[in-house]
């Protein structure tokens, strides 16, 4: 018996669906690239252009990294929950983290949108995530126009997880209190005659409000306005008070990237210096979290004694960078470190 081969036209369409289906495949593979390049089975990153590490009320360790397009969650063992890619500007994505924190049970991503063209701020989000990694909303958002669109920095200028979830925003000639409760955002006061504003910090347990400026200043809120504090003329040396922090207790810090240090603001002391711990590193970011103590099935968050998460960046380019976890309260040495 003669065996019947399929047609031509038969053929046409088994060709036209394998060229189609090699076009789909590469379109996913394009589009999802960003999504294969960690393993899900992975405990443990490697960060690279490391911009912030914040602790979660929950003694988690959030860090923002790769120029501000990926959060990752890490439990207190510093093994990896969580991992969120940016660099997306629909509504259930962030593009760009300038802020992380992790509260109650909760991650919450301060995105800044950049216009499609040059380097202005189109829009700014604070999102929430599920612990998954999943979008759930947007609690806060504020759009710019033209003529009042922000360059390269948005005007959030804090988020801060604590007894409640607060950011600052800055405005004409004021800095803005908000709390963050269920879906929105809640207005709590505002501080008039702002001034040339680099970081923000409000601290629950002393009620206030601390500025750094540009110029290295530090300025406290009193009676609604605001008082310098420390200068770098105050003392010897340089000083260039850069971030903020602040221990449950109420004590501050302050990152000098003038001298490459840690400061504690209440007596000017040095707690931290960043050049014995790191060559050619400079601490930028800092945030404070509860000391951690593991045993063999739990972790213990002992107090009063905090640990600061300080970001610092090699001044190379292209080369790893360090997290260290160093106790500010109980002197400096490093009790961990990622990298």
Known sequence: MRRQFPGKPFRIACVVLLVMMTVFCAAICVWGAKYFTESPFRSSLVFSETSVASSGDDGSLVVVDLSKRRVSVLAPDFKVTTVIRGGT????????????????????????LYALSGTQVEAERIMRFSMAGAYEATVFEKHYSQPEMPLYLGYISSLRAGGMLTFLLKG????????????????????????????????????????????????????????????????????????????????????????????????????????????????????IMARRSHTQDTTRYTSPEQTASCCLPQRTPNIQQSILQLDLLSGYQPHSSLR
């Open 172 to 287: 004409d000639n004021e800095l803005s209190l908000y709390s963050i409760e269920g879906d929105g955002a809640v207005f709590l006061r505002s501080v008039d005659n702002v001034p040339n504003i680099r970081h923000t910090l409000y601290s629950e347990a002393a009620g206030t409000i601390l500025v750094s400026t540009k110029e290295g200043v530090l300025y406290e809120e009193a009676d609604g306005a605001f008082t310098e504090i420390k200068s770098w003329t105050d003392s010897t040396g340089e000083r260039i008070y850069w971030d903020l922090a602040a221990s449950a207790g109420g004590v501050c810090f302050a990152t000098d990237i003038g001298g490459n240090l840690i400061a504690r603001l209440d007596d000017d002391s040095v707690v931290v210096d960043c050049s014995l711990l790191s060559e050619d590193a400079v601490v930028m970011r800092l945030s």
């Open 89 to 112: 500007r629909s509504g259930d994505g962030f593009f760009s983290a300038e802020y992380a924190v992790v509260y109650k049970g909760r991650i919450y991503i301060s995105d800044v």
